[in-house]
């Protein structure tokens, strides 16, 4: 089993930046995929995005509200993951969490696709 573990939440005013990170740990991550979710009060937990651990290739929410706004990277050295969040709205706020796919095949939008998932970071958008 995988553990994760988040950081890089906070405060931040409207239109700045946060850049979220997520460390593997347990054992060298050889999965598939890993993945960046966020939870509202109130809401479902929603995709943000995702990429794939042997190629980087990246697969973003069809979400106007993520797509050019936030960047998904990973340093497979460092078996971590990373969430680059641009021009925040207060809309973005939530729990962040990162998720890994252990084997599978392209890409994973649904939560269930998940195996692993650490327990989140708070993102808060306010002035």
């Known amino acids: 089993q995988v553990q994760l573990v988040e950081s890089g939440g906070g405060l931040v005013q409207p239109g700045g930046s946060l850049r979220l990170s997520c460390a593997a740990s347990g054992q060298t991550f050889n999965g598939h995929a890993m993945g960046w979710f966020r939870q509202a009060p109130g809401k479902d937990r929603e995709f943000v995005a995702t990429?794939?651990?042997?190629?980087?290739?990246?697969?973003?929410s069809d979400s106007k509200n993520v797509r050019g706004r936030f960047t998904i990277s990973r340093d497979n050295a460092k078996n971590a993951v990373y969430l680059q969040m641009n021009s925040l709205k207060p809309e973005d706020t939530a729990v962040y969490y990162c998720?890994?796919?252990?084997?599978?095949?392209?890409?994973?939008?649904?939560?269930?696709?998940?195996?692993?998932w650490g327990r989140g970071t708070q993102v808060t958008v306010s002035a």
């Open positions: 990429i794939n651990w042997s190629d980087g290739r990246t697969y973003y």
């Open positions: 998720a890994a796919v252990r084997r599978g095949s392209g890409y994973y939008t649904l939560p269930q696709f998940y195996d692993d």
